[in-house]
């Protein structure tokens, strides 16, 4: 019982590199969603998808790409990396969009350092 | 602005001391109210949706109630294994938009 897989679990990368975030869920979660995690700062959302083809903005988008081809797979892409985006990104699915009818479940995060 | 704000910041216990950590959150637009547990190097792990005020929900040693502006935690006599991070959220919205707070970091100790 996998839950919500994420890869790499740890990254180095210099600036202007980039590089992609893979999410993988096997629950046949329709809601996929990307939040980053900052010391003395809650999660915050940076995109989502509520099916396969259909992706949105949250919070904090710049600098980030998804995109969503299948159910299972939502893969964070970062276009030319920046210190900005040290972060740990964790990947969260649910059944449904309300999150009062289904909780997200997160995977355990991608710890990324942008030197 | 949605917002969510936590207190403590850091909470320091004996094994069997009971206390609170609270949530409070803006009320408009809101689409269920969420807690969390988040052990060092993991995902937040899911615990409770409250949906309106009143209500509360019991699982173990916690308890966790709602009122019309904020939430708390409630923890009766803790044990070692509950120390971790423990996370409040705020819906809004229809597709999972959660707005979370910084977090209570609860240390359990023997």
């Known amino acids: 019982n996998a839950g919500v897989t994420q890869t790499p679990k740890f990254q180095v990368l210099k600036t202007g590199q980039s590089m992609t975030l893979q999410c993988a869920q096997d629950?046949?979660?329709?809601?996929m969603s990307w939040y980053r995690q900052d010391p003395g700062m809650g999660l915050r959302l940076i995109h989502y998808?509520?099916?396969?083809?259909?992706?949105d903005q949250g919070e904090v988008p710049n600098g980030y790409n998804v995109s969503r081809s299948t159910t299972e797979d939502f893969p964070l892409r970062l276009l030319s990396a920046a210190p900005s985006q040290t972060s740990v990104y964790f990947c969260a699915s649910s059944y449904q969009s309300d999150p009062r009818d289904s909780p997200l479940h997160f995977g355990n995060g991608t710890r990324l350092t942008v030197t | 602005e949605d917002q969510v704000t936590q207190s403590p910041e850091a909470l320091r216990l004996q094994e069997g001391e009971s206390s609170s950590l609270n949530c409070s959150y803006t009320?408009?637009?809101?689409?269920?109210l969420f807690w969390y547990r988040q052990d060092p190097g993991k995902g937040p792990e899911f615990l409770f949706t409250?949906?309106?005020a009143g209500e509360e929900k019991e699982k173990e040693r916690l308890k966790a109630t709602l009122t019309k502006k904020e939430s708390f935690l409630h923890i009766t006599a803790p044990k070692p294994e509950d120390s971790a991070t423990y996370l409040c959220?705020?819906?809004?919205?229809?597709?999972?938009?959660?707005?979370f707070g910084t977090g209570t970091r609860l240390q359990v100790t023997l």
């Open positions: 409250l949906y309106s």
């Open positions: 998808s509520v099916g396969a083809g259909i992706t």
């Open positions: 959220a705020r819906g809004s919205g229809t597709a999972s938009k959660l707005t």
């Open positions: 629950m046949n979660h329709e809601y």
């Open positions: 009320v408009s637009g809101l689409r269920g």
